[in-house]
Structure formats: C-alpha cells, structure tokens
C-alpha cells in the first residue's frame, strides 16, 4: 500500500505482512482464491478465524474491551489491505461485523458476556433473518409474528434469502410484535437458536448453482423474551444500526487485489488493458472515500455506507465482466496448460456477483436513500 510513509504504519504492515506470510496456510488461500462468492464457506474461513483469534486479530473493528486488537482506522485499513493482497479469505459478516456492534450497543451485559466471546472464537456461526417473501426492499412489511407466552415468544412464518441459514446455529431476526401503528414501531429483534423445535432450513440455488442461501421456516417455535435486544416493539433502531455496518465495509482492498492480478497478465487487449487501468483510477477513488468514512469525516455514516455500497459493488461488477473477457481471450489455460484460479472461476464469479447489487438493500434503494437525504 503506497500510502504510507509513517515509520510506524510501515512497521505495522511488516509485521501483518510476515504474520500472513508464516500462518495463512497455503490450502486457505487457494480455496479462497476459487471462491465464487464473498460468502465464504466456514469450512475455509472458520479454521482462519481460529489462526486470526489465536493472534487476537479476529476483530480488527472491535473496541479493544471486547477482545479488538485496539487498532486506529489507518491499522484496519492495513490490515484489510494485506489480508486481501496475501489471498485470506473473508470471515463471515453475520457475527464478526453485523450482529456483534449491535450485541455491543443494545445487550445486556449478560447478553454481551454470553455472546461476544462465541463470536470472536467462531464458535457461534450466525446468519440474518430480515427479509421475507412479501419485505425485501420494504423490510418493515414483515410478518414473521412473535406472540407472547409466558416468558416466551412464539414464532410462525418465514424468512427468505437467508444467507449461510444451512450452517448456521444462531440467527438474529426481525419479528412483528405489534400492529398497532407505523409497520417500523411493531418491530422486535431477536437472537434464537437454529436448533429450536419447529425450525425448518429449506436450500434455494442461485444462478450460479451454488447452495448460498436459504428459505427459513418457523412453525410454533418457543423463542425466551429474554433473547431480546433491546425493548419490545424497539427493533427497526437496532436493525437500522445494524444495516450501516452490513453496507459500509472495506470494498477496495480485495478489488485492487483481483484487479491487480489481472493487469499483471500479459498479452492483453490494449482496449482491455485501458478497461483495467480505469478501473485502477476508480478503486483509488474509492479507497480514498473509505478511509474518508473510516474517520469519520464529513459525518453521516449511513450516507457512507450507501455510497460504498454502490461503488464498492458496482467497481466489483464492471471487474467481473472484465475478467470473463480475459479468461475468454487467454482461452482459459496458461502456456503451461495450467488455468489461474482467477480466471477459472470467472464465470461463476460473475453470475454469483449479479447478486452485489441487490444483497443488504437493492443499490436502486440506496440511491434513493442518499436523494432523500440529499434532496430532502
Ligand atoms: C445473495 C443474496 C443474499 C442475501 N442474504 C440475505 C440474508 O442473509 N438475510 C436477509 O434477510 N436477506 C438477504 N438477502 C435479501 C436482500 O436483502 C433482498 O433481496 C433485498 O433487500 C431486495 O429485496 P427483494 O429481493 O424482496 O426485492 P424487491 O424489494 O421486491 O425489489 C425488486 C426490485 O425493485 C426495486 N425496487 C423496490 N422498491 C424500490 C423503490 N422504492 N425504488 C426503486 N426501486 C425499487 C429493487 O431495487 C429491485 O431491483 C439476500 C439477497 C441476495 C440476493
């Protein structure tokens, strides 16, 4: 990364740096290189965690009381950076960086001491149940209803899309509580166990063929009150907290990652190649705003994570696009007879990558939300 010149930040990433170079396993980052999806599986990202939670770099985003490396933005965006360069794989969002800032902000202290550790180690594999059948783009149309019993809930509906649902043994979810009112202000939100009674896990295949996501039935199932975060009928703020850290992110590091493997190609289409540097320019661009939103200048975090959120997905899309065309002008395989996994899983990549635009709220959705605020 060429922008550093701090002694200190230097240090920092030569010693992230030679971390990656003794323990990120070989057969790690050549199942994350073939990767069709961001979604990782937690048969390859699980066993990284663990190497990461060993050195206590499992959480670079997490305050240092929770278990965080206690890092400043810059430290992250390094970190994010040689992560991506040295081919880890993600770990997965659901728990690391969707529900655990939202554990922090609205749980208990039972509730953080109960589930922040399993977080950390990985020993809770989360998934998100927000959308369902009739509320995707319009999540406060939800219906999955959680009625009182006792010191229970019961639950019966669905939720749709749910991404990992099959590994998962937790899952935090949006249920309606109330009808009385603006749709938002009948929301709850909920932390279950996959295991419960009455829980059906059924697999959706996407364009791809891949198994990534899921449709979740709820059938009576007893969920305890006291697996609520925050009041009851008080869950949109909770979501809506957490919406900002599923959109914002890093998206730059990984893309200059790939984009620089495929200019590195030789042979290449001059009208390709100035496909690729543009693309150069726009990532710069864009690692720029994200370092910008790291520190929180300019204000407006849920604004940041909209616009990150359409770039970040459609740089990823145009990238997609332009590594099917190589892997079409190279006929695949290399002098050598050997394929580059880059180009080998092009094309799943870009058939899994039509879903960018629309996961964590369509980016015509996120459009809308930077006009209204802009706009008013
Ligand atoms: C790969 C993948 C993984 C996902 N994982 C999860 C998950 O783990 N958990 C979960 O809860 N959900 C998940 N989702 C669901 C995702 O959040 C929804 O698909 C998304 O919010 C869009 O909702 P929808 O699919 O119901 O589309 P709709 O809301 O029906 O929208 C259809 C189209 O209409 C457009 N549209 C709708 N309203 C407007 C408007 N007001 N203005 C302009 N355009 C509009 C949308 O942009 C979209 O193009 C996942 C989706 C995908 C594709």
Redesign the pocket.
């Known amino acids: 990364m060429d922008m550093l010149n701090d002694p200190a930040l230097t240090a920092f990433r030569d010693e992230v740096r030679a971390f990656l170079t003794a323990h990120l396993p070989d057969h790690i980052r050549e199942a994350a290189t073939r990767a069709t999806?961001v979604?990782i599986d937690p048969a390859v990202s699980l066993p990284w965690q663990h190497i990461l939670h060993e050195r206590g770099w499992a959480a670079p985003d997490w305050p240092a009381e929770y278990g965080g490396p206690g890092w400043s933005e810059i430290q992250r965006y390094i970190f994010a950076a040689e992560c991506a360069h040295a081919g880890a794989p993600n770990l997965a969002p659901?728990g690391l960086k969707m529900v655990a800032p939202v554990i922090m902000h609205y749980g208990s202290a039972e509730q953080r001491a109960h589930y922040l550790p399993r977080i950390l180690s990985g020993a809770d594999y989360w998934?998100?149940?927000?959308?369902?059948?009739g509320?995707?783009?319009?999540?406060a149309a939800l219906q999955l209803r959680a009625v009182p019993d006792g010191p229970d809930y019961i639950l019966n509906g669905s939720?749709?899309?749910?991404?990992?649902?099959h590994f998962a043994n937790r899952m935090f979810a949006l249920v309606r509580t109330s009808n009385d009112g603006k749709p938002q202000a009948g929301i709850s939100f909920l932390l279950l166990d996959m295991g419960l009674p009455g829980i059906t896990v059924e697999p959706i295949r996407?364009l791809a063929g891949d198994h990534?996501?899921n449709q979740v039935f709820f059938d009576d199932v007893r969920v305890p009150q006291a697996n609520r975060l925050g009041g009851e009928n008080e869950g949109w703020s909770v979501a809506k907290h957490l919406l900002t850290f599923e959109r914002g992110g890093k998206y730059a590091p990984g893309l200059i990652g790939r984009l620089g493997r495929l200019r590195a190609r030789g042979n290449l289409d001059p009208m390709l190649r100035a496909q690729l540097d543009r693309e150069a320019v726009t990532l710069t661009a864009l690692q720029a705003l994200e370092l910008k939103a790291m520190r929180g200048v300019g204000g407006g975090a849920a604004l940041y994570a909209s616009a990150l959120k359409i770039l970040g997905t459609e740089t990823a899309q145009r990238i997609d696009t332009m590594a099917c065309e190589i892997a079409g002008h190279a006929g695949w395989a290399d002098a050598d007879g050997q394929t580059p996994a880059e180009l080998a899983v092009a094309v799943p990549r870009y058939l899994?990558d039509r879903?960018?635009t629309?996961?964590?709220?369509?980016?015509?959705?996120q459009?809308?939300l930077i006009a209204r605020a802009m706009l008013g």
Do not use: V
Request: with cysteine.
């Open positions: 999806s979604f659901m998934c998100q149940g927000f959308s369902e059948p509320a995707g783009s319009d999540l939720k749709i899309w749910t991404t990992h649902a996407t990534e996501f899994n879903a960018a629309i996961y964590a709220g369509s980016n015509e959705i459009r809308d």
